[in-house]
């Protein structure tokens, strides 16, 4: 069973996505860290993340840069947002993910075009969302915890152009897959938002 779990910055589909995983004993590939790890190699190589070449010069990243704790900063959170517009990088990045999707015995993903680009055959799609002043609460809530000093406004600010730019690029834009079950939880706890999206792949693989 392949779950495509898709939806904007901090709508909560990767917390979404690894209960999931967990749940129906599947692997879990979040691909956001990729476009992270492109984003992150071209501030490496000192180049800007709008060309398109040095945007695909950087697909070539070491995969230890996954691991890095950085690729979770909203610096490099804006810098995967800009390279993810080229197609090349987007064409680089296509085959690890589909040979994720594709694996025996299925897999979690969680994204922007999971169930529209990587996997439209996927079982189940999930289009996670929130409103974006829950959204930005909850992320200033996070970053504020592990000590980073920040406004409520901008981050705000940032979520709005990230949505636009993800939403707004002419490949594989940011949109729910028509067959997509939509779960906004804007209004649910963390724990609900998860029960929701299990009775929902129930629902949706017959699972019973
Ligand atoms: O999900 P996350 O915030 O880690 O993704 C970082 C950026 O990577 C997004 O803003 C989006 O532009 C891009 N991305 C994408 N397609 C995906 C996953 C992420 O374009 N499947």
């Not at 501030?43 to 979770?72: K, T, V, W, Y």
């Not at 406004?151 to 002419?170: P, Q, S, T, V, W």
Request: proline share 5%; charged share 25%.
């Amino acid at each position: 069973m392949i779950i495509a779990v898709d939806g904007p910055t901090a709508s909560g589909k990767g917390t979404i996505a690894r209960a999931l995983a967990a749940r129906f004993g599947l692997p879990h590939l979040d691909t956001g860290l990729l476009y992270r790890a492109v984003g992150r190699q071209v501030q490496l190589d000192g180049g800007n993340p709008d060309d398109p070449g040095a945007a695909l010069a950087a697909c070539d990243f070491p995969s230890s840069l996954l691991d890095e704790e950085i690729l979770r900063s909203e610096e490099v959170g804006g810098f995967a947002s800009r390279v993810s517009v080229h197609p090349a990088v987007r064409r680089a990045l296509y085959e690890r993910q589909r040979a994720f999707a594709t694996q025996t015995g299925g897999a979690v993903l969680d994204g922007r075009d999971i169930g529209t680009v990587i996997a439209p055959e996927a079982e189940v799609k999930l289009f996670v969302t929130a409103s974006v002043p829950e959204r930005a609460r909850r992320r200033w809530l996070e970053m504020t915890g592990r000590g980073i000093d920040v406004a409520l406004a901008e981050i705000e600010r940032d979520i709005a152009a990230r949505d636009a730019r993800d939403m707004g690029r002419k490949d594989a834009p940011l949109i729910a897959a028509p067959d997509a079950v939509l779960l906004d939880n804007t209004h649910l706890g963390r724990d609900e938002a998860i029960a929701a999206a299990i009775a929902a792949v129930r629902a949706r693989a017959d699972l019973g």
